[in-house]
């Protein structure tokens, strides 16, 4: 590990930013020239993850389990039979979990990486939101000309998250900062990203849990309420997308449209039951949408991955991800490390955009979780020793 995996590690994480463009090449096979970057990126990263000699220690638990889960997911996606998506999924699970691991080596070995990578996506961030609001001003909100609209604002959690942590958002420079992602998310009409960024911002209030702490996130959740609902009074197609549609969901007087998600997600909940313990392979829950009613993918990563790997991948994913934020999250508490609020964010960030999409598979997001996430847990070693 040394200046090469800094490099590698930090050219994954911005290829994440312009991995829509390369979707948009195709390759023999029905793979895209962004899914054989991926792949290529995979294999390098779990190259530089093996050769690892220094792994913090709390993380050897969460890298057991991930490796099960590797190892579950590979097996009965063999076994299952293998679609071109499934291929797709594999190498980004692979890349998430290597680079996490490789990141938290790195960084004990090179304190400088994690600035390095805190400065690369909010620089990226920037501009990314900067290119898709000029776009959106003349094509219109939720374009798809060059960054698709979905995995754009994912990845412009990745900014929030970073741009809150890094400088308080209260401060003129900070401020303007945020709004600008802010906006670029609600252009994109992606309603779980703009409230999960926003609960982001209000997380970022929290201070140690004293008096002062609680009084600026009562302000905070009431300021980002409000411009909640001034973006969706701004953004028409914003507005349409929240409260039109299948009204599948009623809260207080309002009635939310789910875009049809609540009988998809009936229809593959049934489907579930035929494995439930260890699923159908990956890519397996996109073929069942597609039949069903030509949907790419089951807009929820909780139920694909009940559905793929069944409750066992599903733990095996999940718990170890909730163990690392754990520990980020206390470091982060105790010592009001910026890297380490980061990570927490971010991490947060994922597990809510899971609920409503499958940002698990999106190589972007997931670089970016797994090398904060990475660098925290070796900032906690440097700190408090092994």
């Not at 679609?83 to 304190?111: E, R």
């Amino acid at each position: 590990m040394g200046g090469g995996a800094s490099s590698l590690l930090l050219a994954a994480c911005a290829f994440g930013f312009v991995t829509d463009f390369f979707n948009k090449i195709p390759l023999a096979g029905g793979l895209s020239l962004a899914g054989a970057i991926s792949a290529l990126f995979a294999v390098l990263i779990l190259i530089h993850c093996l050769s690892a000699v220094r792994l913090p220690r709390h993380l050897m638990i969460p890298a057991g389990m991930q490796s099960g889960f590797l190892l579950l997911a590979v097996t009965v996606s063999l076994v299952s039979g293998l679609p071109i998506s499934g291929v797709q999924n594999l190498v980004t699970y692979t890349a998430f979990i290597g680079a996490l691991h490789a990141s938290a080596a790195l960084s004990l070995l090179d304190p400088g990486f994690p600035l390095r990578l805190m400065r690369l996506i909010l620089r990226l961030s920037q501009l990314l939101a900067a290119t898709y609001l000029v776009l959106a001003l003349v094509l219109g909100p939720g374009h798809d000309l060059v960054f698709a609209p979905r995995s754009t604002a994912m990845i412009l959690i990745l900014g929030v998250a970073v741009s809150v942590a890094a400088t308080p958002w209260t401060s003129p420079h900070g401020a303007m900062r945020l709004l600008l992602l802010l906006v670029a998310i609600g252009a994109s009409l992606s309603r779980m990203a703009l409230l999960t960024a926003l609960l982001l911002v209000t997380l970022s209030s929290l201070h140690r849990g004293t008096w002062a702490g609680r009084l600026l996130l009562l302000g905070s959740l009431g300021g980002l309420g409000g411009l909640f609902l001034w973006l969706i009074d701004a953004i028409p197609a914003l507005r349409s997308r929240m409260m039109e549609g299948d009204a599948a969901v009623q809260v207080g007087g309002l009635t939310l449209n789910t875009s049809g998600r609540m009988v998809l997600w009936d229809h593959l909940f049934a489907k579930v039951q035929t494995s439930p313990w260890i699923g159908h392979g990956a890519g397996s829950s996109g073929m069942e949408t597609i039949k069903f009613y030509a949907i790419a993918h089951a807009h929820n990563d909780y139920l694909r991955l009940l559905y793929d790997f069944g409750l066992i991948g599903l733990v095996l994913f999940v718990l170890p991800l909730l163990l690392i934020l754990r520990r980020n999250y206390r470091h982060a508490l105790n010592s009001g490390s910026p890297l380490n609020r980061a990570a927490v964010l971010a991490g947060i960030g994922l597990l809510c955009l899971m609920v409503t999409d499958i940002p698990v598979v999106f190589f972007g997001l997931m670089m970016g979780v797994a090398l904060l996430n990475g660098a925290g847990s070796a900032a906690i070693i440097r700190q408090h020793g092994s």
